[in-house]
């Protein structure tokens, strides 16, 4: 049993009600101390209306709603006082209470306990913080599908394949002398090893998208001077945000903005166009460009379709070919014959269309991507990359032809990963699916 702890749930600020969370063993007895009536026999979720009270002086008329643990959610005891939003107010009810015995909760402690008391797991818990700061309505909804436990569900399918398969090892090595068990052959292993794999590498990958929907990507906007690059962010961002000039070398600092691409933030980032130069400031601004293009996960190359490709450009291109990008011929409106397979845009016609579907097509991100749940930040995506490694590793030492026993501990590796997603315990009780392999009356 934990401590009693209290904090407010709301915003710091005037409004007009505040919300002060208690939970723990003894939350019931400590707001009795404070309040109208005696709520300390209470044994289902109740509201009720009352003052809280410090002695004789009333501090405020408010609603409480009392929750019975474990029906609540840090199933503990809990109470909810619905207070005026006054931070006085709410500063004098948290000191009585303090007074009272309760504690103040640091953060993140009432998902903490929730977690601990089994309401809700890992994935879960990581999920509400998800939901308070999402920006965009999808990554909302994203987040919320995790808060549901419909992401958490993901696991199960990983976690039964991989019992299966250990679990039939272990009874060819524990009991060797039943004849009627499933041998655990080398093509047995490699085949369901290639099945987990393969359910692995489908979970990273929707996990990737989702971290993008989630958090948003940050796409470098390069090009040599005068191309259109600070054009094109203020086309993208419908605001005239950074500054254009027919002068090359206007930009010189790094200009930012967030726009929401049907549904996904991008964060993105206006460069010094990249030349040699012999100016201290502009060189310092160039060299951010460069770094740039190596931070971004989406690279935009900006050219002027008016132009023949200089050594500039050239040099830009090959900055940047390693990186997931989009070359962009900028200036079409002056174009008058436009070759097949360029992407041509103009900045200032606001002619953009084919670019904003080839960002999309290009980060990869579908209809789909945005209802389906997926395990999508990074401790998920990197318990999901361990877990192909320890695959990767059992299928090697099974095509090797070496011993069982040594496969089953990649294949243990892997298991504890999979439960360390819900945050679960790693110790692995598999006894139940080994002994579901025996016939029944065994
Ligand atoms: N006709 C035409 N002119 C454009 C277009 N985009 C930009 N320009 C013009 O090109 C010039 C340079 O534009 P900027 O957006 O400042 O170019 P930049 O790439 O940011 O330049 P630096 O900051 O110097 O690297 C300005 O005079 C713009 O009006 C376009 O699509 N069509
Ligand atoms: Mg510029």
Same mark, same amino acid.
């Given at each position: 049993m934990f401590e009693t702890i209290v904090a407010l749930a709301t915003a710091p600020m005037k409004s007009a009600l505040s919300l002060i969370r208690v939970s723990g063993e003894d939350s019931f007895s400590v707001v009795s101390k404070c309040f109208s009536k005696d709520i300390t026999n209470i044994d289902k979720r109740t509201a009720l209306v009352g003052e809280i009270k410090d002695g004789d002086k009333i501090i405020d008329e408010v609603v409480i709603v009392c929750y019975k643990g474990p029906k609540s959610f840090t199933g503990e005891d809990l109470v909810e006082i619905i207070c005026h939003g006054s931070m006085l107010i709410v500063n004098e009810i948290i000191e009585l209470l303090l007074s009272k015995g309760a504690r103040l909760a640091e953060r993140g402690e009432y998902s903490m306990r929730a977690f601990l008391n089994q309401k809700i797991d890992l994935v879960q818990a990581e999920a509400i913080n998800d939901v308070i700061n999402a920006t965009t309505k999808e990554a909302k909804d994203l987040s919320l599908l995790a808060l549901s436990g419909e992401t958490s569900s993901l696991v199960e399918p990983l976690r039964k394949k991989l019992a299966d398969i250990i679990s039939l090892i272990e009874v060819n090595i524990d009991y060797p002398e039943y004849q009627d068990i499933e041998v655990a052959n080398k093509e047995k292993i490699i085949k369901s090893a290639d099945e987990i794999i393969a359910l692995v590498d489908s979970l990273i990958s929707d996990g990737e998208k989702g971290r993008i929907i989630k958090d948003g990507v940050k796409v470098a906007i390069v090009g040599k001077p005068n191309v259109g690059k600070s054009s094109l962010l203020n086309a993208l961002m419908g605001e005239e945000k950074a500054i254009v000039t027919d002068i090359k070398g206007t930009t010189r600092d790094i200009v930012e903005g967030d726009i929401n691409l049907k549904g996904i933030l991008l964060h993105l980032l206006d460069t010094a166009g990249i030349r040699e130069s012999n100016d201290k400031i502009e060189s310092i601004g160039i060299n951010k460009s460069i770094k740039m293009i190596e931070e971004a996960e989406l690279v935009i190359v900006v050219l002027d379709a008016t132009e023949e490709l200089s050594d500039e450009d050239k040099q830009i291109l090959e900055l940047s070919k390693d990186k997931k990008r989009i070359v962009v011929y900028n200036k079409?409106? %002056? %174009?008058?014959k436009k070759e097949d397979g360029n992407l041509y845009i103009s900045a200032l016609e606001n002619d953009l269309d084919e670019l904003t579907n080839k960002i999309k097509e290009v980060l990869g991100i579908e209809d789909n991507n945005f209802h389906h749940p997926s395990l999508n930040n990074a401790r998920q995506i990197g318990l999901l990359k361990q877990i192909k490694e320890s695959m990767l590793q059992a299928k090697q030492d099974s095509e090797l032809d070496l011993s069982v026993d040594l496969v089953s501990v990649s294949l243990m590796d892997a298991y504890r990963a999979t439960m360390e997603i819900l945050g679960l315990a790693s110790d692995i009780d598999i006894s139940k699916e080994i002994f579901s392999r025996f016939c029944v009356g065994k």
């Open positions: 079409s409106d %002056l %174009l008058e």
